[in-house]
């Protein structure tokens, strides 16, 4: 087989943000663009003996021409088992478990997760290390450096590989599996949940449901399971066929982008239960009748429901959340005696917990939830742990809610977020929130006294790195925080995420609308970041 040398030119701007590198498919289609990130990856990995690569991605425009180029890139780099989902599809925590089932060296996802998808719109590509999760920042710095610097890559000079037929593919001592992209991760679920139970009150009509797949990677996984295995009519999976462009949405679950399916949760016609997917397959929204249920609350309600599903009987060793995500999750930790911990936004910081087996469950406000059962969040998977619930209690979802805040307290929560902010005035709101940090411990503004105020920073508890300038924080003596972040995963100019959050202990409150609840708050953070005043908006852009 003949291999290749390419002269190539570095590029600047190869640094992976939040969860990989993202940017706009015109930019993955500059001449070697593609090719240098990947031959960075490989040059940067430690040598070893494990050849296995797994290789999939959520089936947006240019999915299946980056497969083509990574595999041959691959094999000239010394790669000589590949696993890859047919079509070039895999969801991202089918992905995170191929990788650990089958004792691969690390895979390949090809997403840009809920940004939209499409020849004018985004794309992504990141390493998962062999433990299944993404690579942690030690290691994206590496690729960064390298391609910073790259002068040649290698590539084999064979054919496309054909990515629609299952089963075993030879090139001289290349072997290349295609599978079923759903098979294994299928596998996994019904050990962890009561499929017999869902059987039977899904099949049965006692608990009606619908999911969205927003036109993207959760289409087959969710019409397998839910529909095939688990006996929910046909339709109850709605967008279900995986397209290019998500059918020109933004695959994002949330109230602004599922807008259909929260307004029928909202209406008459509800089902019991109803839930959303992204761009890959890792992120979930949760509804129910008349009822969302927001990220933070559901890691909290998962965590104190663990044990009504199989997987989890036995107890959790522990939990662990996102700095912006909201302390609901602490309490029942607390409650359940158990360890909880503060980490940065990114799913790679959950990575060497888990595998310490320090924490079970994780999640973020940003509608991610998932478990030590692969290393990434898991969409479908949360959508199974939530049914499994409701089908072991027999409740509704909103009774399932309320009746948590009357246990532990409600922590009423939202994030407002202003997109495409001119980069250097969204930098500029983040240095003039550094220097207003150093003096506001101990000030009062209207009924919040501020307690403390700093710039997030992370000591890993298992390698001791350390992760700094991770969002800037004020919290009040009330327990109440505003958070301000500019986000890690967007491809234009800037976006800056505030967080509010407020903890309501007295049930009477907890019916409040979270924009009411929470407007002072609303107020002050506009006082110390300036947003609107300095960008002209008028409100944010999404508001979750
Ligand atoms: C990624 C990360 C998450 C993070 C989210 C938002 O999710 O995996 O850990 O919370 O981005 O990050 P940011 O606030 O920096 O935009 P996904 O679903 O996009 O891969």
């Keep these: 087989m003949q291999i290749n040398t390419i002269q190539t030119q570095a590029y600047s ?38 050849k296995t690569l797994v290789i999939g991605g959520d089936g947006r425009y240019f999915n299946r021409t980056a497969t083509q180029i990574i ?45 939209p998808g499409g020849p004018d719109e985004d794309f992504g590509i990141k390493y998962n290390i062999s433990n299944g999760g993404p690579a942690p920042e030690q290691y994206t ?43 294994d991760y299928a596998d ?20 009606s449901l619908r999911f969205d797949a927003m036109h993207a990677i959760t289409g087959p996984y969710a019409s397998r399971i839910l529909e095939d295995i688990l006996g929910a009519p046909e339709g109850s999976v709605i967008n279900a066929t995986p397209l290019e462009d998500f059918g020109g949405h933004h695959p994002d679950p949330n109230l602004a982008h599922a807008k259909e399916l929260a307004e029928l949760m909202f209406s008459s016609d509800a089902p019991d239960f109803a839930a959303a997917s992204d761009g890959d397959g890792d992120r979930n929204m949760i509804l129910g009748n008349n009822i969302f249920v927001t990220p933070s609350d559901s890691l909290a309600i998962i965590a104190a429901n663990a044990q009504l599903a199989p997987g989890y009987a036995s107890g959790i060793s522990g939990v662990a959340r996102s700095m912006p995500t909201s302390q609901a999750v602490d309490r029942v930790a607390k409650a359940m005696n158990l360890p909880c911990f503060e980490t940065p936004t990114g799913w790679k910081f959950f990575g060497n917990l888990l595998d310490a087996d320090k924490i079970t469950l994780c999640g973020e406000e940003s509608f991610g939830t998932g478990s030590n059962h692969v290393r990434e969040k898991d969409g479908l998977w949360a959508v199974l742990f939530w049914l499994n619930i409701l089908a072991k209690k027999a409740q509704p979802v909103s009774q399932i809610v309320t009746e948590h805040w009357q246990q532990y307290g409600r922590d009423i929560y939202c994030r407002h977020d202003y997109e495409a902010v001119d ?9 003039h929130l550094r220097e207003q940090i150093k003096t506001l411990a101990g000030q009062e503004f209207g009924q919040y ?71 002072e708050l609303i107020k002050l953070a506009e006082q110390f970041c300036q947003v609107k005043k300095l960008t002209g908006r008028v409100e944010p852009t999404v508001i979750t």
């Design 13 to 50: 701007d190869q640094k992976p943000g939040t969860s990989g590198l993202r940017k706009k498919v015109k930019v993955f289609q500059q001449a070697h663009y593609l090719a240098n990130f990947v031959q960075a990856i490989f040059s940067s990995l430690e040598e070893s003996d494990n």
């Design 71 to 115: 595999v041959k890139i691959a094999i000239a780099n010394g790669f000589t088992d590949f696993i890859i989902g047919q079509g070039g599809l895999l969801s991202t925590p089918a992905a995170s478990h191929l990788i650990r089932k089958y004792n691969a060296l690390g895979g390949l996802i090809l997403s840009a997760s809920h940004n």
């Design 141 to 183: 710095n590496a690729f960064y450096d390298y391609s910073k610097s790259i002068t040649e890559y290698q590539i084999a000079d064979v054919a496309d590989i054909d990515l629609n037929t299952l089963g075993e593919q030879q090139i001289e001592n290349i072997n290349i599996r295609i599978i079923d992209p759903v098979d």
């Design 188 to 207: 996994l679920m019904a050990s962890l949940f009561d499929f017999d139970l869902l059987k039977r009150v899904i099949s049965s009509g006692k608990l």
């Design 423 to 431: 980069s250097d005035i969204a930098n500029g709101i983040m240095d």
């Design 449 to 519: 006294t501020i307690q403390y105020a700093d710039e997030f920073s992370y000591t890993d508890p298992i390698d001791n790195s350390i992760s700094k300038q991770q969002g800037i924080r004020i919290g009040f003596a009330d327990g109440s925080r505003i958070i301000f972040r500019l986000s890690g995963t967007g491809t234009v100019g800037a976006t800056l995420r505030i967080y509010l959050e407020k903890y309501e202990a007295d049930a009477t409150q907890h019916k409040q609308d979270p924009q009411d609840a929470l407007a």
